[in-house]
Each structure stands twice: as C-alpha cells, then as structure tokens.
Antibody, heavy 120, light 107 residues
Framework: QVHLVESGGGVVQPGTSLRVSCAAS????????MHWVRQAPGKGLEWVAVISYDGTNKYYADSVKGRLTISRDNSQNTLYLQMNRLRAEDTAVYYC?????????????WGRGTLVTVSS | DIQMTQSPSSVSASVGDRVTITCRASQGISSLLAWYQQKAGIAPKLLISAASSLQSGVPSRFSGSGSGTDFTLTISSLQPEDFATYYC?????????FGQGTKVEIK
C-alpha cells in the first residue's frame, strides 16, 4: 500500500528558508517520478515540481523556479522540497505525490500534506 | 505554459442528477488529461487518467471523454458522496497545470 507522509511544515518569516520532506513506503521508491503540488488556503491546486525516478530530470512551475528545489534520496526513500526566499504567496498545504506509473501520466497517490505559512 | 479552463466554476445539483464538467486546454494535449476529486480538507483523489481511463475502485457513474483541447467529466447519477470539487490537469508537457476547479454543491 502506497504511503506518503510529509513533514517539516511550519510558520516562517518572509525571505527565510524551509525544507519539507516526504517519507515514502509501500512501493519501490527508486522507480517512480515524484511531484510536489500545493494548495493555498481556500484556493485550487497548483503543481509545483517533479523529479524523475533517478533524480536526473527536474521541472518546475514558473512561480517557484529559482527559489524552490526538488530533490530525492533513493537510499532513504525520501523526497525533499527546499524552499528559499519564501514569500507570503508560498503559504499553502504542500502535498507529496507519486506518479501513477505504467507510462500513464497522472498523479496516482497523494500524501496528507504539510502546511507552510509564510508570515511576519 | 498550457492554460486549463474549467466550466462551470460551480454547479448546484440534486442526488440523481446528471452533471457534466468541461475542461478546455489552451493548446492541444492529445489525451493527456486527468480528473481529480477533492473533498474539503482531504488530499485529491485520481478519478480518470488519459482522458477516459477510469481508475480502479472509482464508480462507473464517472466517465471522461475528449481529446485535443476539449474534455468532459460526466457523473451520470449524482450520489451524496460526490459533492466535492473536481479538477482537470494536463500532463502533456511540463509545467503540468490544473484547471481552477468546479465545485459540485447540493441543490
């Protein structure tokens, strides 16, 4: 059973940094692309970033490019999102998510999310 | 980036009603479209991938169709547990993008 558990959220000041993590279990982590998707309070879903199964390819939403960095540690079955120069508009629940797989492009599994609040 | 536009933004319907949600892409995306259901305070759930492929465990009253730029999600007979917000998402090219969502409310 696929299990994704995010951690590391909290309240931070604008301009500071934060790293959120996602512990994965129940599947062979090293064979799937992984995503971060966020949702600001009361708003819709925003895709943030993806990393390929081996970490060699990464893509980002324009709104986070240059400030947020996705990475993974396949030896620890863990996905990361390093967030620098945080802004108020980065306030959101951040979901860790797994590619559906089998060549099908969609997000098949989601964690429960971790809330990041950027406020002075 | 590819823009995804859903309509309507909200719909009021009764149990048993047929509900149709449309999603339009700003450029052709073949059949690389997914639909998600999200209930308040809970992570989204994948309903349909590849425009029309129903995921395991999803009731058959849900169906998807379309290709190119125009897509639809249909709920053939609305059930109480279907009241939620629905999102389309294109997977044709990065950055992936979601529609703004359609809230299905009780009439």
């Amino acid at each position: 059973q696929v299990h994704l558990v995010e951690s590391g959220g909290g309240v931070v000041q604008p301009g500071t940094s934060l790293r959120v993590s996602c512990a994965a279990s129940g599947f062979t982590f090293s064979t799937y692309s992984m995503h971060w998707v966020r949702q600001a309070p009361g708003k819709g879903l925003e895709w943030v970033a993806v990393i390929s199964y081996d970490g060699t390819n990464k893509y980002y939403a324009d709104s986070v490019k240059g400030r947020l960095t996705i990475s993974r540690d396949n030896s620890q079955n863990t996905l990361y999102l390093q967030m620098n120069r945080l802004r108020a508009e980065d306030t959101a629940v951040y979901y860790c998510a797994r590619d559906l797989g089998n060549g099908d492009s969609a997000i098949g599994y989601w964690g429960r999310g971790t809330l990041v609040t950027v406020s002075s | 980036d590819i823009q995804m536009t859903q309509s309507p933004s909200s719909v009021s319907a009764s149990v048993g009603d047929r509900v149709t949600i449309t999603c339009r892409a700003s450029q052709g995306i073949s059949s690389l479209l997914a639909w998600y259901q999200q209930k308040a305070g809970i992570a989204p759930k994948l309903l349909i991938s590849a425009a029309s492929s129903l995921q395991s465990g999803v009731p058959s009253r849900f169906s998807g169709s379309g290709s190119g730029t125009d897509f639809t999600l249909t709920i053939s007979s609305l059930q109480p547990e279907d009241f939620a917000t629905y999102y389309c998402q294109q997977a044709n090219s990065f950055p992936w993008t979601f529609g703004q969502g359609t809230k299905v409310e009780i009439k």
